[in-house]
């Protein structure tokens, strides 16, 4: 009713006939999805300047915050550089980055979702094929990405009025940018593959080269003027400036961005057929060589172990480089230990600055582990474990097989940041890939919750992204958040030796590989005794 | 002969929806049996379960003389599957699917394979993603007649194929009864069930309503006449098994129960026949006659 009336009277531009259905649908579709990303990312952003009140209090404490970020060049890599001593400024500097990024991931998340998935699944082809204009569909796209952004952005500048309205709309308005400008830049890349994996893939890639190109401009000067920082859209969040003399043209550059990425996905889309992509499908061979369950499952996770494991190899090089800034500093300072003491690392600054690294990448690791062993359901979901399974395969042995590369794949990716930081670093080689590996019991914990899930609760095994979630947050500003022992304890990653400089102790991470171990029986147990779900 | 399937009693729930209700269900080794139902009846949910993809909740099943859940591996060795809705590895090529399906199961015949190929014009080089409907359930018929296994289960196998396709289906059909296979075909293609099944089993809503040879049912169901008589009809009426019987002068139609045709002949012939035409039921007839009784049950229980 309301895409036939719109399209009427809109004459000239039918090209968007029905977007505002589409976007009611797609609201409907997200309606948990969104609110969970926005209100997990808003109670970040808002609980920080209490926090930080918490850590430093007094003038003097705020001053020799600032002396240590502007002498310490790893420091800057990992949160960026100070502007200004004000709460609110050290609130956008703690967690604006962070919050960005997080905007980000949420914004390509919808966009693929609502276009790329669309296609490959099929569905788009009913939906173009009503009262829909042949932008329509990208559009309402963007528009749920600029809601979710827009409504973020409102939580955070409500938030944070008190600290200076002019900041909390810089960065309200600033985080949100973010998010639109990686929601085109997913619009973009929707058009060139034909997969919704590869497309989530290649943007979050694009995402994590932001991140690096970020840090690596930090840690190179002091007030982020590098052209690295420049580069990157999350620079661009610290270069806004927000509660330090806000550089209010920093968001007409991000809008531009936004504006001509948007611009250039809506050009390739009106290029191209309906479920074709830029990037064209081969054809394959006419006989194959994979005779096993385990040979199929390595077949379909190995382009993602791949990324995976250049990605952490990567990671591990950038931070070993880093690692050097650390060691460099003059004197081991009690103020720079005591701020990375606060993020979780471990005294002597090297070790503590390795130690956080590597268990920021333990956390991550966390989320691979997740997304390999939901291959499991996926497969199920889908209806292409039937086949296989009504074959001479045994349920274990085909759960084996993506398990094999869930958890053995979390050990090579680990171990491969372990030899980036050696190539990184150069240094104390033994030490760190100890420290990479002994994150690993905490890693499969979380995977043997996702196979208990896919065993027990076919249905439910999503929640396993939840269960990372949640461990990733409370490790990332859980600290910080002065969140009681009791909860943090929850986490298994709260349980590891801090390593190196930390004492091995084998009794927690003995105690995390059983826990692992029992789960994944159990979910096996599982998966062996119900139905196979559709 | 040993039976290949043999079910009795199954039972299965979903929640509250009991999709299997004591069915029963007998394959001999050899034979092509049709599983025939309407949408929901319960024919993939039994499917399923010989499969060891569900669970009973009660009910014996043997399949290949083992149990298909405890058996499931061993049972499997021997078995070929086709689901009516094929979903393919997007970035696996066609052949690099057939072949892995042929390994999973018992093995693969090349020379069997490469014929197949040709026959069903497929092309083995394209990757899952690209294949419609139809050319996607050919990539999962191939590696089933192309596997060595003695029990082929088709569900709804030619749902997305067209005519010429329908037909190199049945020809491949027909091949696997010769080499002395057996195949469960559940088909809504009532032609197709006609063509190729030795025995049929009708469910629905769970339960077995008929089973047996074509021949066997058609025995159970109407035979229309339609006569043209020398002499006014006599006492027709009167006969039993007659229904619907529509005299015109000499002109006469009716039904009658099958096996109460030879009455109704002597009947008619008493009055000296000008031209007869008598239609066996065909299994549509025969199908629609169960799947309707649905509704007059429902309108007789109220």
Redesign the interface.
């Known amino acids: 009713m309301t895409a036939t009336s719109f399209a009427v009277r809109s004459g000239g531009s039918r090209q968007l006939a029905g977007t505002g259905t589409l976007l009611r649908f797609a609201l409907r579709r997200d309606r948990v999805m969104i609110p969970v990303w926005v209100a997990v990312n808003a109670l970040m952003v808002l609980s920080m300047p209490n926090t930080l009140k918490g850590l430093y209090g007094t003038a003097a404490e705020r001053a020799g915050l600032m002396r240590q970020m502007e002498t310490n060049s790893s420091l800057r890599a990992m949160v960026g550089p100070v502007f200004d001593d004000s709460l609110g400024a050290l609130t956008a500097w703690r967690v604006g980055v962070y919050a960005a990024a997080l905007a980000a991931v949420m914004s390509l998340l919808i966009v693929v979702r609502h276009t790329r998935d669309e296609e490959e699944s099929g569905r788009q082809e009913l939906v173009a094929s009503g009262m829909v204009g042949r932008r329509a569909s990208l559009t309402a796209a963007l528009l749920t990405a600029a809601v979710a952004n827009g409504v973020l952005a409102l939580l955070v500048v409500a938030g944070l009025a008190g600290q200076g309205a002019a900041g909390a709309l810089a960065l309200g308005l600033g985080i949100a940018g973010v998010g639109m400008v990686f929601a085109t830049m997913a619009a973009i890349v929707a058009q060139l593959t034909e997969s919704a994996r590869l497309a989530r893939g290649l943007a979050a890639a694009v995402l994590g080269a932001a991140f690096v190109l970020r840090a690596a401009g930090d840690s190179a000067t002091v007030d982020g003027s590098s052209v690295l920082t420049w580069v990157s859209p999350l620079g661009w969040l610290e270069n806004l400036r927000a509660f330090a003399g806000e550089r209010w043209w920093v968001l007409l550059l991000i809008a531009g961005a936004a504006a001509v990425q948007g611009a250039a996905a809506y050009e390739l889309a009106g290029r191209r057929d309906i479920g074709m992509s830029f990037l064209p499908t081969r054809p394959g061979p006419a006989a194959g060589r994979l005779a096993s369950a385990g040979a199929l499952a390595w077949r379909l996770q190995r382009g993602s172990v791949l990324g995976w494991s250049i990605g952490f190899f990567l990671a591990g090089v950038v931070y070993g480089g880093m690692t050097e800034g650390a060691a460099d500093l003059v004197g081991d300072n009690e103020q720079a230990r005591a701020i990375i003491e606060r993020m979780g690392g471990q005294a002597g600054l090297t070790d503590a600055f390795v130690s956080a690294m590597v268990g920021m990448l333990g956390l991550i690791a966390a989320l691979y582990v997740v997304a390999s062993v939901l291959r499991l359901s996926g497969e199920e979901t889908s209806g292409r474990a039937e086949p296989v399974l009504a074959a001479a395969v045994g349920r274990l042995r085909w759960a084996a097989g993506h398990l094999v590369i869930a958890f053995g794949g979390a050990a090579l990716i680990m171990l491969l940041a372990g030899v980036g930081f050696a190539v990184g670093y150069g240094e104390d080689v033994g030490a760190i890939l100890g420290a990479c590996l002994v994150q690993l019991p905490a890693v499969w914990v979380i995977g043997g919750a996702a196979v208990l899930l896919h065993g027990v609760l076919p249905r439910a095994a999503v929640a396993a992204w939840g269960v990372a979630g949640a461990v990733l947050l409370l490790g990332w500003v859980g600290p910080a958040l002065d969140v009681p022992q009791a909860v943090l304890d929850v986490s298994p990653f709260g349980h590891l030796p801090k390593l190196p400089g930390g004492g091995m102790s084998w009794a927690p991470v003995l105690v995390l590989t059983l826990v692992a171990v029992v789960l994944v029986s159990a979910g096996l147990a599982g998966l062996r005794r119900r139905d196979v779900t559709t | 002969m040993t039976k290949a399937i043999s079910v009795s009693g199954l039972h299965k729930s979903f929640g509250r929806t009991h999709a299997l209700d004591g069915l029963d269900l007998d394959v001999e080794s050899g034979e092509v049996h049709g599983f025939l139902g309407p949408n929901g009846a319960g024919k993939s949910t039994t499917i ?1 379960v010989l ?5 009973a909740d009660s009910g014996a099943s043997q399949v290949l003389g083992r149990d298909p859940w405890s058996d ?3 049972v ?2 021997r ?1 070929a ?1 086709v ?1 009516g ?9 066609g ?7 042929g ?4 093995g693969l015949d090349t020379r069997r394979r490469a014929e197949l190929i040709e026959r069903f014009e497929l092309d ?4 899952g ?2 294949y419609s409907k139809g050319n996607r359930q050919k990539v ?1 018929l191939v590696a089933a007649f192309a596997s060595d296994v003695d029990l082929l ?1 088709l569900d709804e196998p030619t749902s997305g194929l067209d005519p010429l396709m329908e037909e190199v289906f049945q020809r491949c059909v027909a091949e696997e009864r010769e080499r002395g296979r057996t195949v469960l075909l559940s088909s809504h293609i009532l032609s197709e069930v006609e063509e190729l099944c030795d025995r049929v089993s009708i469910i629905r809503k769970g339960r077995t309503v008929e089973s047996g040879t074509l021949a066997d049912l058609r025995h159970l169901t109407r035979t229309s006449v339609t006569a043209e008589l020398a002499g006014p009809p006599n006492g027709l009426a009167r006969l039993p098994g007659v229904h619907d019987l529509d005299v015109q002068g000499r002109r006469v139609r009716l039904q009658v129960d099958t096996d109460k045709l030879d009455a109704v002949l002597r009947s008619l012939s008493e009055a000296g026949v000008r031209s007869l035409t008598s239609t066996p039921p065909t299994l549509e007839e025969l199908f629609l006659r169960h799947y309707q009784n649905e509704g007059a049950e429902e309108v007789a229980s109220l």
């Open positions: 399923r499969l060891g993809l569900l669970r499931a591996v061993e499997h060795r078995i599957y689901p809705d094929v979903t393919l590895w997007r970035n696996l090529s052949g690099e699917v057939i072949d892995l399906y390994r999973l199961r018992g083995p080089t394209k990757k993603r690209t999962a289960i």
